[in-house]
């Protein structure tokens, strides 16, 4: 079997796709909050960088285990942003021989609709940690991506549990994207969209082929919204499919996905699961 791993370095967790002959055999995550603080500091923290860069080592060592003759590490915002982001890349380095390439918002954008719609066209949303993502695909072109930098690590860092102000925030932010030339049915992808999909679909366990292509009125968005920033962080931990270290973001994450629903008007929402760790590897010929 030719055997591969690809490392996602979010802004909130590290994720590893393990790929054998073309086709992905699993997904893990480890949640590190690297932009942690990055909402007020172009900094990025140095116990952030160390147990960031501690989970892709412990990820690469996983991946060779299992038989993997190259890996892949990627990075987004967080890293892209800080003005220490060399610091994290060197440390990586250091810990395990691996290359981090430092991916702009744009390529960001375009493989995670690669990942989640191949060729087709469409339009996704796709919400991180530190900065979100919109772009759209028409008759085979792209015709709009934007990255703006607000994610749910930096509308925590902002705003807490706050209702009022992340609603507020949120609106601030995503009048940055303009004029989007959105269908009315988008696809999300990220921890934020299929955490929410995941929920309005009652599961008891997370499962990709249940979360990827399942379908989200706009009012079933706003709703969950509503339900998770009314919800003890202490609880939401308790919900089937919050991930670890995800019980304190997922409420503003879904505030800004259903504002940016709601500003767009558009009427559907599909969660995918494929997003761009898939899209990287499609470019890097793994899949």
Known sequence: MNR????????????????????????????????????????????????TAKAVASFYETAKNEGAETAFVFATAAVRAASNGQAFVERVKTLCGLTVEVISGETEAEIGILGALGNADGAIIDIGGASTEIIVRKNGALVYKKSVNIGVVRLHDRCGTDEKLLQKVAEEEVAKFGVVPVGEIVYAIGGTATTVAALSLGLQEYRSESVTGAELPANAVRAMADKLVRTPVSEIAKMPCVSAGREDVIAGGAILLATIVEKLRIKKLIASDRDNLEGYAIRKGLL
């Open 4 to 51: 591969y791993a690809v490392i996602d370095v979010g802004s909130n967790s590290v994720r590893l796709m393990f790929v054998a002959d073309g086709k992905v055999l699993y997904k893990r995550l480890n949640t590190t909050r690297l932009s942690e603080g990055l909402a007020s500091s172009s900094v990025l923290k140095e116990e952030a960088i160390e147990r």
